[in-house]
């Protein structure tokens, strides 16, 4: 004997069917809360996540990109490639995204939108769609969501595992990946965790000698060797406790002269280091913290460094002293000192690691932390579909 059980859940559980002609069988809505918006900001790259398994903060996972098979609602059974975010409700004018993980049994996803115009004063609706059959191609396009100005983006994709020499840290403009190397050749992986948004790198692992990521170059687009500023070198760190120094964001050649621009982690502070020469600041001790340092416009002297810390303009201090940056054949580097033969690597986490060849705005600075810090802060009143309520049904043998 067979029973047939209808149940009648929210919307926000199971998606709800939508009434636009694209194809798509679910939709739902996404506002973006304008007061997380520090200023009108244009092509903005914005957060999208879900499932605390891609960090505490992102938004509720009710197996929207799981695939059918695994009880969500994408077709594509391969790759779950059948969703996309559009600008109207009848989901004919996609908007430009990234799919940086996609975990197709969970539905746990990290996802960056390009947003044209992020106003900070009027909320923004955004339209999921998801569940199309016809749909077995990729509708994501990485390099398109960030502006030309950024010369790598690293979003430390992986959540449990291992790095290793076999699988590069890829950058999402496509130009500068980063491999598993220590700076003495030999190479060890490096442990993944959840970060502040999806994935996030562990550097302080079991090894004996503790791994980083680097890229000896050439680079591509990076400025010219020598040139002063502009630029601008962020990610989120947490020291977790450790004791030893190192450098846990670096480029240049500290090799023979020391013109290099990197965020060191002294073990008890931090400071920014330059030809031999340093300025200091305090905070980001415990815990997650992102940590942007900026070099103005046709400055070359470390006592013009800009530094936030979570969004916040900090202040430096120090002697400082003029440096010429060496970029296009030394090192680019996370956990390690640039182009140096001596092991001195910073032990803590990593995460959203972004080089840009610009000074970012502080309004942007600021959007960037709140928008990764919270994403179920900055995406509020997410709801699921147009009905209220919507079915599965369920056969019991």
Not at 137 to 147: F, I, L, P, R, Y
Not at 185 to 192: C, E, H, I, K, L
Not at 194 to 218: E, K, M, Q, R, Y
Not at 291 to 315: F, K, R, W
Request: hydrophobic fraction near 40%; glycine fraction near 10%.
């Amino acid at each position: 004997m067979k029973t047939l059980l209808l149940f009648l859940m929210a919307a926000s559980a199971w998606g709800a069917p939508c009434a636009g002609a694209n194809g798509y069988a679910f939709c739902q809505t996404l506002v973006l809360d304008h007061t997380k918006v520090a200023a009108n900001l244009s092509n903005y790259p914005a957060a999208i996540c879900f499932g605390v398994g891609m960090g505490a903060n992102c938004l509720q996972n009710s197996k929207q990109l799981a695939t059918a098979a695994n009880g969500g609602f994408l077709q594509d059974s391969t790759h779950g490639y059948d969703f996309i975010f559009t600008s109207d409700s009848g989901g004919t004018m996609p908007y430009t995204y990234e799919t940086s993980i996609h975990n197709l049994v969970t539905g746990d996803t990290e996802i960056w939108i390009l947003i044209p115009s992020a106003s900070s004063t009027v909320d923004l609706t955004v339209y999921m769609f998801y569940g199309n059959a016809s749909i077995t191609t990729d509708q994501s396009n990485a390099t398109a969501v960030w502006d030309s100005d950024y010369l790598a983006v690293h979003h430390m994709q992986l959540t449990s595992g291992q790095w290793s020499v076999a699988v590069p840290l890829t950058d999402s403009t496509g130009a500068n990946p980063m491999v598993i190397n220590d700076v003495s050749g030999s190479r060890f992986p490096v442990d993944a965790i959840v970060g502040v948004v999806g994935g996030a790198a562990d550097l302080a692992t079991g090894s004996s000698v503790a791994a980083a990521f680097i890229n000896g170059g050439p680079f591509t687009n990076f400025p010219a060797n020598g040139s002063p500023g502009p630029f601008t070198l962020e990610g989120w760190f947490n020291v977790n406790g450790a004791a030893t120094s190192g450098e846990a964001y670096c480029f240049g050649n500290n090799a023979t002269d020391g013109s290099r621009w990197a965020l060191f982690w002294t073990g008890s502070g931090w400071l920014i280091e330059a030809r031999n020469r340093n300025v200091s600041f305090a905070g980001a001790t415990s815990g997650w913290h992102r940590i942007v340092t900026e070099l103005p416009s046709g400055q070359n002297n470390l006592t013009a460094a800009v530094i936030y810390i979570d969004g916040v303009l900090t202040s430096v201090s120090g002697a400082g002293g003029t440096f010429a940056p060496f970029y296009t054949s030394t090192a680019y580097s996370s956990g390690v000192l640039c182009g140096n033969s001596v092991q001195e690597h910073y032990k803590g986490y990593t995460d959203e690691l972004r080089f840009s060849k610009i000074q970012r705005s502080a309004d942007w600075v600021l959007t960037d932390y709140n928008n990764q810090s919270n994403v179920k802060a900055f995406w509020s009143n997410s709801t699921t579909g147009t009905s209220s309520q919507t079915g599965r049904t369920i056969i019991i043998n």
